[in-house]
């Protein structure tokens, strides 16, 4: 006999199913899709970026003259020398407000002449500034990076105008605006703002300060090298837009063995370095604090022709990428400020986009935060291959510093760009219904206010 409670409690079971199937689906498709929250402070970090503060700092930059590496250094308003005192002064003001936390130095070393383009020998400095981490075993250091000096169409030229406030003032406003922000909280790792000198005369500064990382065993996780983020349009296309910007990463790492280009050969994991990692929690955190903005990945290290300050980081084995604007305006780089056929050249300020910039920077901002703020990665992580099977198995080991809530096992599919599932565990292994001859994973910690450490691909468990 039809009996109404007993239906009724079936429908009820039956939703309740239907409702998980939902949830698993809706938790599992894609980023776009997986609830994540926004960490309150690191939004209320991102809308302290100021439009006015960037375009000040860009005005300061450019009322040097010229910021050429090999400019004076003894002139109290031109050149690289009075740009750089600034800086310094600019970062002291912001230490005051920090505890003693964050302090700055002027990081210098003599260039020598190299017949190429340095025609004499140079004292050159790295402003930078150090936001020193709160939990004194937590080593961990990230780093945002602009470059300081500017050029004209003749890089040796150092006594015009060379404005520079796109190329790279910008990076540079970006890094001293992540300075007055972040310098005013605290943050388990350590982070450093450098604003680096002799870029355009061949990467000196960066060279230089990625040496002595290395040299001295820094726990350098990541490099933001910020050149070029200020500016809309090129002048080939006529395609005005600052919804996009561009993050560029190299694929096999510059350093690597002939044994570690077997490991990624065999494994499949061209597409997997770490700083192609990097590029991807770069798109997803930038995506999920800044508005209007979409992170473009570049499977490169570079542009065409061109280098920048996160190649020293990469050749001294560290994880760096290259952020940079969507659409390159080549009348105003490394030109000459001029009037040609109607034409303005120059890297004149009235062709940065503020607006843009703000975003630029916050992607930096909120990266920089979220990773100083997680945990640190899980340790040994592996993938079991003991036997031919259709599942995963993974394990790792709690991270050496900060508190966990859990992880996330990230997936994706091999010829997706970006990581598509990512599910919450507690527990240090997790197996999947899932064929790892079908998918990458990786693994990443995860505290209670959401912050992520960088993924980390596992190695191989054969015992
Ligand atoms: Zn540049």
């Not at 939004?43 to 439009?51: H, L, N, P």
């Not at 190299?114 to 020998?121: C, I, L, T």
């Not at 400095?125 to 004209?152: Q, W, Y």
């Not at 565990?425 to 899932?434: D, F, G, R, S, V």
Request: charged share 25%.
């Amino acid at each position: 006999m039809f009996n109404f409670p007993d239906y009724f409690h079936y429908i009820i079971i039956q939703m309740k199913k239907l409702f998980l199937i939902f949830i698993v689906f809706v938790a599992s498709k894609s980023f776009s899709q997986t609830i994540i929250n926004r960490d309150p402070e690191i939004e209320k970090m991102v809308q302290e970026v100021s439009v006015d503060s960037l375009q000040s700092y860009i005005s300061t930059l450019v009322s040097f003259g010229t910021r050429n590496t090999l400019s004076t250094q003894t002139d109290k308003k031109k050149g690289i020398g009075a740009a750089r005192n600034w800086v310094l002064e600019k970062f002291n003001q912001f230490a005051k407000n920090s505890d003693g936390r964050f302090t700055a130095i002027i990081d210098t070393t003599t260039i020598p002449a190299d017949g190429r383009r340095m025609d004499k020998a140079v004292l050159l400095g790295n402003v930078m500034a150090t936001l020193k981490g709160t939990d004194p075993n937590d080593k961990r250091i990230f780093i945002i990076s602009g470059h300081l000096d500017t050029r004209r169409t003749d890089v040796m030229d150092r006594t015009g105008d060379a404005p520079g406030a796109n190329d790279d003032g910008s990076g540079t406003a970006a890094v001293i605006e992540c300075a007055r922000i972040m310098s005013k909280r605290s943050f388990p790792a350590t982070i450093i703002f450098v604003a680096v000198s002799g870029e355009e005369q061949g990467l000196f500064g960066s060279t230089f300060m990625a040496n002595k990382a290395k040299k001295e065993n820094w726990e350098v996780e990541g490099v933001f090298n910020n050149d070029i983020i200020g500016s809309n349009n090129s002048n080939e296309t006529n395609i005005i837009n600052n919804t996009k910007v561009r993050v560029f990463s190299e694929g096999i790492p510059l350093d690597a063995s002939e044994k570690d280009i077997a490991g990624i050969r065999s494994l499949g994991l061209e597409n997997d370095s770490k700083s192609r990692e990097l590029a991807r929690y770069v798109k997803e955190t930038g995506e999920r604090y800044v508005d209007h903005l979409d992170v473009v990945m570049v499977y490169r290290t570079d542009r065409f022709l061109r280098g920048g300050d996160h190649l020293p980081y990469l050749k001294n084995g560290f994880t760096a990428v290259r952020i940079t604007e969507m659409n390159e305006n080549f009348n105003h780089q490394h030109q000459d400020v001029r009037i040609e056929n109607g034409i303005q050249y120059g890297d004149l300020p009235q062709f940065v986009d503020y607006e843009y910039l703000r975003k630029n920077t916050s992607l930096n901002l909120a990266n920089l935060a979220n990773l100083a703020k997680a945990p640190s990665a899980p340790g040994e992580v592996k993938i079991e291959v003991k036997t031919l099977s259709n599942s995963t198995s993974l394990s790792w080991q709690s991270p050496k510093t900060g508190k966990v809530k859990g992880y996330y096992i990230l997936m994706r599919e091999t010829t997706s760009p970006v990581w598509q599932t990512k599910i919450f565990t507690a527990k240090n292994e997790m197996t999947l219904p899932y064929s790892k001859d079908n998918y990458f994973f990786a693994v990443q910690s995860v505290n209670e206010s959401g912050n992520e450490s960088l993924p980390v691909i596992p190695g191989i468990k054969r015992d």
